[in-house]
């Protein structure tokens, strides 16, 4: 009975070893013909086949006698392959030219390019880490990296990727796995691992699955020793040997064997794996079935070099079963020992032939049985495409990870509550603060990794006036193989952040540096960023203020977090991208720039600055020439520039459209129902008539004229000195400008002389800033606070604005802060940082109709807010319907394009405008005179902003309208966005 329990047991072991042998697939590339292989072989000797098993190392960044060592290698010996370290692109593509032409038969190229080929050369972009890559939950990510890792090797004439690497990282001390692999979860470093293998195989790019049975659970290095792993064999098929399974299965092309001593496969003392036929022969290729190319890993590593000679290292690396031998370190010598080999019948001639075969069958379906040599000309052009950019930016986005979210405090909300700081640690965090200044106003701080403690004690001290504090730790992005753990002083000084504020902690570092902090609750919010490159940096960034959503998981367990850990969280503001994320072609928005260049050079501007965003998506944000013409300050992205009449719409109106949903305000009552106008006509003026510039008031009235006097002799103007001071006081409170004080009751002048002026004796559209005069008094009236600090606290600090607002003297650094005109009729003065308008001057800078000084950001998220009906940021600023009815074109039968403080497009058959006929009509904005403009567009959920300064250093340069760049710039944009 006993003895049929046996043979029943044999069998169902027989029936499930051959049910596994038929789920293999065979490696990829022994399922074309091989007709070219096999015709090649027979041109070899038996020398030239033992030959054609070796790889060899090559540079591209050192001299001619590397490159004759190389040239000596291929002419005499015949190698079959070339692995290329480090160098550069071009170079490479060069030599390998070179090599390709003295060749007999042709070389497969490799290359260790595990996260593309910038991981060994120069002037290419470097995709996220693998560990990083392990933080994605969408595997098709992985595959678009494979097929994009795989251009980028054709196009520099590479053949095999020694990639993906599937260790699993079950030890957070591997110090030379740990960055490379997918994460400690089995079942996904192997998903992960064939969807990098299919990206690459599908383009004709053989992959190399490694460090086989797996280098993740070691805390030594076989580069400098021999790692033992003392698992069970039950744990290896646990663990270690299922993403080789799972590549095998799915036809991978080549596997790297690695330099282990795994005496539970193999216990002779001193002995690697990659030298053992019971591992490579047995385990591999007979019992997983593997039919690929076996390679070994680096034969010059003291993995096996401190304990076998060149040679015959070599030797045992073949009669293990290995296919291609990496890096031999005397290719003369072990051509010699593995004929020596072949007389001892330790390895027949018809075993090297097999392997020699199976190469030249890789290398044909690798096409070099149809060889042609690498275009030089497109290696430079085209190693970094906009695409190469795009996917590396999702791939970052999709990986970071929020582990930790009290309160729900990310993305951060109701931004006028919060007084935010920064604080960087250790490497450079830059880019990281640069764009949360895009959000909101962040003061910054940096400090380094081995601050002293009083160095930490005046940090807390400034950061005791912020009521939230960003906290980034930054650690080098060099490599996969630096530092990551950090300092115990960093985490002492972000436990004491916490204790005195809210704190959000972003870490870019490798996952388990985690493990340095003591404790992790008194952080409000964690993100693992996981690197610390710029693109990193900013999507980071944009994650904490809601520009993007987070979905992450964390790829590994750290002391305080269990593996996948990681919550989602929404968009809920701008975000910034390039024009490919959004499917604009950046080919055609090159004509912006000819545009304001071309406008720069004939003179119509100094300088600009030029924003696009398409659905909440900012892909253009440009600045152009200098704040003068002495070209000594260039434009930057956050200066500012004076918006004139777009105030209209960024600071009267939001507030005007305010009052009409909370029923203060009726667009169709009179004026005089809200202020007081005593006899004056104005009284009678219908409030949404005044808006749409046919209420019947004058354009405006030159109040600045009345204060300045004549001198008797010379003929000269100047300010009159009963109604001017050079100094501020109780009787000349309003600035003007620099020197120049005006007394306290010509405010109430100006008013007076409006009510008192002529009305046109036509409703007909007659544009005018003189109702803008009366909005501000009314405003005030009713919030009894000046319309500046209105604005700011109504929506201006809710939407993040640190640019945009009145008197920037008080805010702004004065480098930041771009001048207009020289004022020679007025003022006598350059003006910079007060505002051009004159009876805006004339009331303190802080007018209805002009004051507003910005940077196109700011400006757009005002534009962002209207065109998403009032919303922004989870906050209803304003209702649906009042901004349709704000926006809507008033009076289309009185041929007045005008919305209520809105311009509009121009009205079918008429000419003119501030827009291209591009635009829809439910499109909306306005311009302002010292050449800006801002507009939004509905139908296509477009948002432009034009700043310049056109009026520096003279008022009468016209060349901005003539010249019609706004309008030329406006139907480049949609011109892209119909293409």
Partial sequence: MRKIKILILLFVVFIS????????????????????????????????????????????????????????????????????????????AKLTNYYQSITKTRLMIA?????????????????????????????????????????????????????????????????????????????????????????????????????????????????????????LKYRLDEVELVPFKKLINNGIGSIMVAHLHIPVLDDTKNLAVSLSPKVVDGLLKTEMGFTGLSITDGLNMKGVSDFYEPGIVDVKALL??????????NVPKAIEEIKKAIAKNQITQKEIDARCLKILKAKQWMGLDNYSPVNLEKVADEIITNETELLDKKLVKSSLTLLQNYDDLLPLKRLDTLRIASVSIGESGADFQSMLSNYAPTTHFTISEKATTSEQAVLLNKLAEFNLVIASVHKSNA?????????????????SIALQSKVVVSVFANPYSLNSFLFINNFDALLLSYQNSKVAQE?????????IGMSGKIPVTSNHYEINSGLKTEPIRMKYVSPEEINFRSDLLYKIDSIAENAIAEKAIPGCQVLIAKDGDIFFNKSYGYHTYDEKIAVRNSDIYDLASITKI?????VLMQMVDDGSLDLDEKLGVYMPLDSSDKKDLIIREILSHQSRLYSWIPFYKQTLQKDSVSGIMSLRDTLYSKFESQEYPIKVADGIYLHAQFSDSILQQIKESELLENKDYRYSDLGYYFFKKLIESKYKKQLNNIVEEQFYKGLGMENLGYLPLGRIKPNRIVPTEFDYEFRSQLLKGYVHDMGSAMQGGVSGHAGLFSNANDLAKLMQMYLQNGEYAGEQYLSKEVVKEFTKCQFPNNDNRRGAGFDKPVLEGEEGGTTCQCVSLLSFGHSGFTGTLAWADPSTDLVYVFLSNRIHPDANNNKLLNMDVRTEIMQVIYDSLNE
Wanted: aromatic letters at 8%.
């Fill in 17 to 92: 070893n051959i049910s596994n042998i038929n789920a293999q697939s065979k490696a990829v590339f022994l399922t074309d013909s091989t007709s070219w292989a096999d015709s090649v072989l027979l041109t070899l000797s038996e020398e030239e086949r033992i030959a054609q098993l070796f790889i060899v190392t090559a540079y591209s960044n050192q001299g001619d006698a590397h490159k004759q060592q190389i040239t000596d290698l291929i002419e005499h010996y015949k190698v079959g392959g070339l692995m290329f370290l480090q160098g550069g692109p071009v170079r490479q």
């Fill in 111 to 231: 290359m260790d390019a595990e996260w593309g080929v910038a991981m060994r050369l120069d002037s290419a972009l470097s995709f996220p880490w693998p560990m990083t890559l392990g933080a994605i939950e969408d595997t098709n990510l992985i595959y678009q990296m494979g097929e994009e890792v795989a251009r980028q090797c054709k196009l520099i004439g590479t053949h095999i990727n020694f990639a993906p690497v599937v260790d699993v990282n079950s030890n957070p001390e591997n110090p030379i796995i740990n960055n490379r692999s997918f994460g400690e979860n089995p079942e996904k470093v192997g998903r992960m691992g064939v969807a990098y293998m299919k990206g690459m195989q599908d383009n004709k790019v053989l992959a190399c699955a490694k460090h086989f049975p797996g280098h993740g659970d070691t805390d030594a290095d076989s580069h400098k020793t021999l790692p033992t792993v003392n698992h």
């Fill in 320 to 329: 293990a079963g290995n296919d291609v031998l990496l890096y031999p370190l």
């Fill in 479 to 495: 490599n996969a193989w630096k530092p990551y753990k950090i300092d115990k002083k960093t985490d002492i000084l972000l436990q």
């Fill in 539 to 547: 999507q980071s960034a944009q994650a904490i203020f809601g520009g």
């Fill in 650 to 654: 960024g600071a009267t109106v939001p």
